[in-house]
C-alpha cells in the first residue's frame, strides 16, 4: 500500500470512529491508531452479546458494520450468545426466532456461540436456527448424543487477511448443571463446567495466530478462566450483560464484554507481526450515537414489526406499573384465578421487564413482561410443605422472594435458617391444612418442591392465563402493590 493510500485510509477510519463515539463519556480514554509497519497485520473484530431480540437497533447496528467495513472489508462480526427471548416480534414469530436469524444473516455474523436463552425453544427449535443462520453455532461444553440431531460445533477457525483465529465457544452452567433455561428444552444433552473443557482446546494455539474464546459464561467466571489460562489471547463475554467500558488484559488475556439489547459494540482490534500476536486493543462504540440507518435492514424490521396481532389492546393499566414487584402481582393474580388456586408463585427471572407505562396493555407487552410460555402447573401442599416451598424459591432467585397471589408473606434469613411467616388473603394459616398452589413449569422443573402429589399441568401458559385476566377486567391498578418482605 502506498503511503497516500495509508493516509487516506486513516483518515477515514478516524472520521467514521469519530460518527461512532460521538457523545461517548468525557472521560473514555481510546487506544491510539499507529499506522503499520512492514510485515503487521491488523485483524478487526465487531462484538456483540445478549441481544435478546432487538431488532428495532439493527438499522443503526448495520449502519455501523457498513461504515467500518468501508475501513476494513475484512471485518469479523462474532455475537457471544443469547441472541433470542426478549421482544415478542421476534419470539412469537412463527418460525420463531425467524427475524433475528435473518437479520444477523443479512449483515453478515461470521460466529455466534450459544446462550442460555438458546434453548428456549428447545433442541428443534435450536436446530433450526443453525440451520437457517449462515454462520456457525458454537459450544464446546454442551455434548450431544448421536441419537440427536443439533449441528452446535465446538470451535471454527476463521481466516482473516491471512490470520487464522482459533475461536471456540463455552456456555454458563448453574449448581444443576444446566445453563439458566428450562431443563426440559435440555434434556438429551449434557453438559460440563467451561473450566473442565478449555484445556481440551489448548491445541488450537498450534493451529493459529490467536486464540478467541466467545463466552456466555458471565464475567466473573470469565476473569476466572483469563486468570487460570494465560495462554488464551482473547475472551468475547455474555451473559451478565456487563458493559465493560474500558477493556483491558487480565493475566494477559483480553476480556470484553458489551452489555445487553444492541446498545453497545465492542470493537477488538489485534495487530500481528509477521504472523506473531503483538497487541490487543477494544473500543466500546455506542450503537444509539449512529445517525443513520441501513435503509435495506430497516425495511426488513419495518416488516417484522407489522403484527396486527401483538397490537391488540387487552386491558388499560389506570397507573404505571413501577416495578418487577406490581408486574408480578398482576401475572399471580392471573395464574391464581385461572387454576382456581388458593395461593400462586412466580420466579423474580420469569418477568423480563422492570416497568410498564400508564396506558393500553397491548398482547405484546404480555409476551414482554413473560416471554418463555411456560405452563401452569398445580400442587397440593400442606401449610408445612408451602412454607419449606417458599423458602426454596428464596434461595432459588438468590435471596429474593418470589412474586405471590393469595397471601402476603416475609422471610427471615439471619445467614443460618430461614424463616417464612405467611399471612393469607383469606382465613387463618396452618401448616396442617391443605393447600391449592398454582406455579409455572419451569418453577415445577428448577425448584425442591414437596408435595402431596406430583403436580398437574393445566396446559396453558402463564402468558395465556395473563391475556385471559386482562381481556376479563378491563382495567387494572397495581400501583404501589407490594406482598412480599
Not at 453438559?191 to 459464561?217: E, G, I, T
Not at 412466580?346 to 416471554?371: A, E, F, H
Amino acid at each position: 500500500m502506498n503511503k497516500k493510500k495509508l493516509l487516506l485510509l486513516l483518515a477515514l477510519s478516524a472520521i467514521v470512529l469519530c460518527l461512532v463515539l460521538h457523545n461517548q463519556p468525557k472521560d473514555r480514554v481510546e487506544p491510539v491508531e499507529t499506522p503499520m509497519a512492514a510485515g503487521e497485520t491488523e485483524v478487526n473484530i465487531l462484538t456483540v452479546n445478549d441481544m435478546h431480540s432487538a431488532i428495532d437497533q439493527f438499522p443503526k447496528f448495520a449502519a455501523m458494520v457498513d461504515s467500518l467495513r468501508a475501513i476494513d472489508p475484512d471485518l469479523l462480526l462474532f455475537s457471544a450468545g443469547d441472541n433470542r427471548t426478549g421482544n415478542p416480534v421476534n419470539d412469537q414469530y412463527r418460525p420463531t426466532n425467524y427475524p433475528m436469524i435473518a437479520l444477523m444473516n443479512q449483515v453478515g455474523f461470521d460466529a455466534n456461540t450459544v446462550g442460555n436463552h438458546e434453548w428456549d425453544g428447545g433442541i428443534e427449535a435450536l436446530q433450526n436456527d443453525i440451520e437457517r443462520a449462515r454462520f456457525p453455532f458454537l459450544c464446546a461444553n454442551v455434548f450431544v448424543p448421536d441419537t440427536v440431531k443439533l449441528d452446535v460445533k465446538p470451535y471454527v477457525l476463521v481466516e482473516s487477511k491471512g490470520i487464522k483465529l482459533a475461536v471456540v465457544g463455552m456456555i454458563e452452567l448453574r449448581a444443576d448443571g444446566f445453563p439458566g433455561a428450562h431443563p426440559a428444552n435440555m434434556n438429551k444433552v449434557q453438559f460440563k463446567r467451561a473450566d473442565k473443557v478449555l484445556s481440551n482446546y489448548q491445541f488450537l494455539k498450534n493451529q493459529s495466530n490467536a486464540f478467541v474464546l466467545l463466552s456466555h459464561c458471565g464475567l466473573e467466571d470469565d476473569l476466572e478462566l483469563a486468570q487460570a489460562n494465560p495462554w488464551m489471547d482473547v475472551i468475547i463475554g455474555g451473559h451478565t450483560h456487563t458493559l465493560i467500558e474500558h477493556p483491558s488484559e487480565t493475566n494477559g488475556v483480553l476480556v470484553t464484554q458489551s452489555g445487553s439489547g444492541l446498545r453497545f459494540a465492542t470493537l477488538v482490534k489485534l495487530r500481528f507481526k509477521d504472523g506473531e500476536l503483538m497487541e490487543k486493543q477494544a473500543i466500546v462504540l455506542n450503537v444509539n450515537n449512529v445517525k443513520k440507518e441501513n435503509a435495506s435492514i430497516r425495511e426488513m424490521v419495518d416488516g417484522f414489526n407489522d403484527a396486527p396481532e401483538l397490537k391488540e389492546t387487552l386491558a388499560t393499566a389506570v397507573n404505571k406499573f413501577a416495578n418487577r414487584e406490581e408486574l408480578g402481582c398482576m401475572v399471580t393474580d392471573a395464574i391464581r384465578e385461572v387454576s382456581g388456586a388458593d395461593f400462586a408463585f412466580q420466579n423474580t427471572g420469569g418477568l423480563r421487564i422492570d416497568y410498564l407505562k400508564k396506558g393500553p396493555i397491548t398482547v405484546k407487552d404480555v409476551y414482554t413482561i413473560d416471554p418463555f410460555g411456560n405452563e401452569i402447573v398445580v400442587y397440593q401442599m400442606t401449610g408445612h410443605q408451602l412454607k419449606r416451598f417458599i423458602a426454596n424459591t428464596y434461595k432459588k432467585n438468590g435471596g429474593f422472594p418470589s412474586y405471590v397471589s393469595g397471601m402476603t408473606y416475609e422471610v427471615n434469613d439471619n445467614g443460618k435458617d430461614i424463616r417464612v411467616f405467611v399471612t393469607p388473603d383469606k382465613g387463618n394459616f396452618s401448616t396442617k391444612n391443605i393447600y391449592k398452589v398454582a406455579i409455572n413449569s419451569y418453577m415445577a422443573s428448577t425448584v425442591n418442591i414437596e408435595s402431596l402429589d406430583e403436580g398437574q399441568s393445566l396446559y396453558m401458559t402463564t402468558e395465556e392465563a395473563l391475556i385471559e385476566f386482562l381481556r376479563k377486567y378491563k382495567t387494572v391498578d397495581y400501583q404501589g402493590v407490594s406482598r412480599t418482605r
